[in-house]
Structures are given as structure tokens and as C-alpha cells.
């Protein structure tokens, strides 16, 4: 009994030390006792805390695992576990280590139905594989148990607006800049869902007064005062001059013509599809679940879409060949004929006999191969009319390497010229024309 008494003193002033941010005597506090009680998970757990925050993302683990071991029915340890093997995960092995943060997201909710952490993290999870109906489910969850969860309602926003309920999502990362007025990830999503450029050009200048390092911020607002005829790279260091997102405006601002800018992938796609020939068919090259697809249909008679449906043919710089699959499934949608395969072996075949000229092409294979392959193959099915959207050409880490190089080398090969009519610099989009 003294013991244990002993252990909680220890642990309350552990943890009073903790909240202030004295970090290493609260880490040293946790480790005493632990010396006197091996089996103090809720030490272990902090431990756990302060690591992850350090950014010891595998030291964390193993207290969160410890803090399990000592308590299978630790339901905050399970949740902690479950969000640090998603942050260890990063992009190479992303899918597998989401796919178990998920399984320990649920055994926390199982454990303690009202942990809001818990429901969030969940809801995470199931946004990363494009549930958004699950995922705005967890959120709701979450700010119904805790209803000033800021957190919460962001993610929630992110949803709304993959479920293209702009004006619910709007709402809700307004709810969560009331509830954290320096919250700058709320800051830079409701940017995402401005219609002009002088309502985002206000958002980002608020956000950057919170956050001035914040470099994405600095870097847009430079971007869009370009766009009011402003534009001046005043960026000397090294490292932003060397990010992607100043590499892309840089690109866009070296155009012959600056094209239309928009902010997010749904009002991108309403206003392209508006300058199409609608009497034709649309063509899409990286269908995976078919969402843009089934957004694309409404508007065109027919579509064709094609993918293996088992994911990417290779390695895509960090992301691991097989990423993206829908373990076969091809999608049903009304209007819609899907060739399923690899493009080297399925498009040769199906390019062979004459097809209708393309109103549309979304080019949404990620690779460079894939998208020359997607290219070459529909030389035949492109004239003036013909508007080509690439989903993946701008902002990435190796953008130069990927869709941009494909669409030039495709050019060279058959002397011709493209006109960029559009940028999305958030959503990566941008479309052209070909001058034949």
C-alpha cells in the first residue's frame, strides 16, 4: 500500500511537470517509477506521449507497447499505439501500417466507447481509403462526445468536402478556427474551398499572421498576388526556392499565358468540363474506386476508364507498387466500359480499331510510364477540341518527374504543342489543350 502510494505521488507530480512542458523531469519522473513498479502502464503510456512528440516515433512505440502489455485493457494506449504505427508508416508502407493503427483505433473503442481520440483517429483511417461516409461518421461521433473537439471538426470539413458539400465544410472549419483561432491546418482548409482569389488571398494572410514560417502560406500568397498581375519571387532561401509548390508556381508563372486558377478538384472539374464537347466520350486512365469517374459520367454520354484494379504496376517514387488497388473490383457504373490490365498490354489492343474522338482524358495514373503509355496510345483520339486533365502534373515532391515529363516528351515526339487553360495548385490538376 505504501508502495503504491509512493508510485502516485511520484506519477501526480510526473504528470503536473508534464503539462507544464517540463518534459525531462516529467521523463525522469515516469522512469523512476517505473523502476518501482514495472507494470505502471500509465507511465509507460506518457513516455509513449512525450517520444512521439519528439518526433522518436519507434521509442514511442515501444512504450505504447509496454503500456499495453501491462494493461490489455489500456484503451488511450491503444489509440496512441494506433496513431503512432500510422505516422511511423509513411508512405512506403502506408496501407499495411493505416490498415493496423484501424484495428487498434476499434480495440480502443471497444474498450472505451466515449474515447472522442479515439473515434477521430478512426475516422482518419477511413478518410486515408476513401471512405468518406465512415469517415464523417467517426468525426460526428467524436464532436458528439466532445463537442469543442477543434480537431474533430476540421477532419470533418475534409470530408464534407470530398463528399462536395462545400458549404457544410466551409462551416466547419470556421467551427474549428472559433474553437482554436491559431488553429493554421483549419486556416489552409477553408482556403481550399474559396471560389476567388481575393477570399483566399484573406484566409492565407490570416494564417500567415499566426504561423509567419508557415511555408506553404508564404509561397500561395506570393502565387495569387501574381495572378492579380502582382507576381514577384522574392525568395531567397535555398530551401523554399527548392520546394515543390514554389517549383510549380515558378512553372506556371514561365507560361506563355497565365491560366485560370481554382482551389480545389471539384470546382477544377465543373469549370473544364463546362468548355467540353459533351456529344463526345471521356476517357480515364487511373479509374481506382471511380469516384471522378462517376463525377465525370453525369455530364458525358459515355467513358471509358482503364487500370489494373490491382494497384500501381511499379514503384511510384515512395509509394509501394500495389498502392491504389481495389483487389480487382472493377466498378459499376451506368455509362461506363472498363479495361481492366496493365496500359502496355491493354491499350495497344483497344486503340487498334478507330474510337471517338475524346471530349475529355483524365490522366490520373500517377506514373510517368503509365501516363506515356496512356499518351502514345491516344494520339488518334485527340483534335483542338480535346481537353486533357493530369491529375498528379503539379506541387508533388517529383512532379518535373512524373506526369509533366510524359506530357512533354509526348509533345517532342509528335511536334506538338500544348496551352495550359488551368491550374489547381492544392489539388495538383492541371489541364491543357494540344495545338495539333
Known sequence: MQKKTQTEKKFTLAVENHQKGNTEVAKNIYKEI???DSKHSRSYNNLG????KNGKLEKAKSYYEKAIESNPNFADAYNNFGAVIKEIGGEKKIIKEIKKAKNYFEKAIVLNPKSANAHNNLGTTYHHFRDYLKAK???EKAIEIKPNF?????????????LREYSKAKQCCKKAIKLNPNYTEAYWNLYSFTSNIDEALLILKKLHKIDSSHVEAKLMISALEGFKGKYKNTFTDPK???????????????LPKLPKIY???????????SL??????????????GISFEYLIKTFRKGYGFDTFTGLPETWHNVPKGAFSTLGVIPKIPGG???SGEFEKTLPEFFSKKKPLASLINFDADLYSSTLCALNNTINIIDDKSILIFDEFITNEHWEEDEFKALNEFCEKFNLKYEVLAVSFLSKQTAVKINK
Open 276 to 289: 467540353t464537347d459533351k456529344t463526345r466520350p471521356f476517357y480515364e486512365f487511373g479509374v481506382w474506386d
Open 240 to 254: 523554399i526556392l527548392k520546394h515543390p509548390l514554389a517549383r510549380s508556381i515558378e512553372w506556371v508563372f514561365s
Open 150 to 162: 477543434a480537431s474533430a471538426y476540421n477532419n470533418l470539413g475534409a470530408a464534407f468536402e470530398k
Open 263 to 273: 482551389f480545389n478538384r471539384w470546382n477544377f472539374f465543373d469549370s473544364i468540363v
Open 49 to 52: 506521449i512525450i517520444f512521439q
Open 137 to 139: 461518421s467517426c468525426y
Open 34 to 36: 517505473l523502476k518501482i
Open 337 to 339: 466500359e472498363f479495361i
